[in-house]
């Protein structure tokens, strides 16, 4: 049996309860924590879900590529977003915060554009505070655009 303190409308961060027992986000527990948050009536199958999990790694990827050529595929990368947003919901900002974390200055303006980002982000023993992020001026201006 669990319980979840969740975004709710106030957006903050998610613990997971699980009788006594707290699961805090991080590598070891990200799969459970994804499949706890996952919306199952999006899914025909668990092939499904991993695919959906891969959208993070596609997304790492387009950042990086950004990073190295300046090569900005905003669409995309709000496609990939979305999509992630609505299998997991609002539980998906620590997750991506996560596993993108060396990009958090690239995806922060994508995040307050789709109106997923909370004033603080926790996972692992990070505490983040949005206003603290950089935000990339060239990511800004491109999103301005759409």
Known sequence: MYRVRGFGSSLKPITIYYGEHIMILNEDTFTVYAAKHYDMKKAASVDEFYDD?????????????????????????????????????????????????????YMTPFTFMLGYMPDVIEYGEKKIISSD????SVIIEELRKI
């Open 53 to 105: 999990l891969k959208r993070f790694q596609y997304l790492k990827r387009l950042f990086k590529r950004y990073e190295e050529t300046g090569e900005l595929k905003e669409r995309l990368i709000l496609n990939h977003l979305i999509v992630i947003y609505n299998c997991f919901g609002a539980s998906a900002t620590p997750m991506l915060f996560m596993k993108l974390e060396e990009y958090h200055s």
């Open 133 to 136: 992020i950089p935000l990339d």
